[in-house]
């Protein structure tokens, strides 16, 4: 038996060490110190031999089977070290090779706009109100003080739906102040951006489509002095503190008094230039005092209530933001313009 065991020994001891993978060794361990392994086997024999024979077969058997076991330790210790060593060379990450740059979106300059105005108004106490772009004609016209065979309905060259002429394209959000007042009650503070439509060709300064922000605000004692401390306000913060604005006696049907106001040329300062042609100032919005007739339509009283509106063209306070010279550039989401914003 001492013969077998020595020769399993080395039989042993020289597998492992050629053992060129950890399976192969795990393999290797079963087979000789597993439960059904060959060392086992011997040890099954024992009962053969002279019992004073036992003891030292007995301790031989251990002494062979703890150097396989550290065999295979100190074995095992190499190849995990190579496997290591061998994953850590085929990963390897190369830091300096550039990478793959992401593309990440920009808000449109319009929608940059809009954002500021809004966190303006929101901020001056104003909450935005939405209404639809196809709209009954009524809130378009009639209700703001603009009867059938007025002018302004010529001239805003209106979309019409039907033959009735009772649906339309909005041609100014000045529809939104009407489904306004005949849902609240005053205080009124709100604004209300969003599409509008007219037959306009397109040009540098005309589209059939374009946006505008609505304002509105009713109570009590409302007075010019207030419609002219809020838009001062906004362009303000809007252009810069010291932007001069000028406002101008004007007529909408739907305000009493009306007037434009206009903003200084941010391109000259003032002094004309092809921006402003020659004027030094751009008009920049619409506004009045809200018309008795127009509260009369709401079911408001204006005896009791005063209030000022005004809409404003958001492509025109974007181009004046931004110094954009051409309104189509708005509109055409040519790349090379929008990555400058
Ligand atoms: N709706 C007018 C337009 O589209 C702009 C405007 C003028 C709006 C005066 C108003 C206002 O609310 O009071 O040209």
């Known amino acids: 038996m001492k013969e077998q065991l020595h020769a399993l020994q080395s039989e042993a001891l020289g597998l492992i060490a050629e053992a060129g993978d950890i399976p192969t060794l795990e393999g290797l361990r079963v087979r000789f110190l597993g439960k059904k392994g060959e060392l086992t086997a011997i040890l099954k024999q024992m009962g053969q031999l002279d019992p004073n024979q036992r003891p030292v077969i007995g301790q031989l058997a ?5 150097e396989i ?10 190849l995990e070290a190579a496997d290591l060593d061998q994953r850590l060379r085929a990963e390897q990450l190369d830091v300096t090779i550039p990478g793959t740059a992401q593309v990440i979106g920009k808000r449109h300059p319009m929608m940059k706009t809009l954002d500021e105005a809004l966190d303006i108004f929101i901020g001056m106490g104003f909450t935005v109100a939405e209404g639809p772009e196809i709209e009954f004609a009524a809130n378009v016209f009639d209700k703001l003080n603009t009867a059938e065979g007025h ?12 033959q009735a002429d009772k649906h339309v394209l909005r041609t100014h959000t000045s529809s939104v102040q009407i489904r306004v007042m005949e849902n609240q009650t005053p205080p009124i503070r709100v604004v209300s951006p969003g599409r509008v439509y007219r037959k306009d060709e397109v040009d540098a300064t005309h589209s059939p489509m374009f946006h505008q922000i609505e304002g509105l605000v009713v109570d009590k004692g409302i007075t010019m002095a207030d419609l002219k401390g809020t838009l001062n306000a906004l362009v303000q913060e809007l252009y810069g503190a010291g932007t001069k604005t000028r406002f101008r006696p004007h ?36 506004a009045g005092m809200v018309h008795p007739n127009v509260f009369r339509n709401c079911g408001i009283d204006p005896d009791e209530y005063t209030g000022f509106a005004f809409g404003v063209g958001l492509e025109r306070m974007t181009m004046m933001r931004f110094n954009i010279s051409d309104l189509r550039l708005i509109f055409e989401n040519d790349l090379r313009f929008l990555r400058q914003f």
């Open 151 to 162: 002018p302004s309905r010529d001239w805003q060259d209106t979309f019409y739906f039907d």
């Open 251 to 286: 007529h909408f049907p739907f305000t009493e008094p009306s007037c434009e106001v206009d903003c200084q040329c941010f391109k000259c300062s003032g002094a004309g230039c092809s921006m402003c042609k020659g004027e030094g100032w751009i008009e920049l919005l619409g």
């Open 62 to 66: 251990n002494a062979v089977s703890a």
């Open 69 to 78: 076991t550290e065999a295979i330790q100190m074995r095992r210790e190499v």
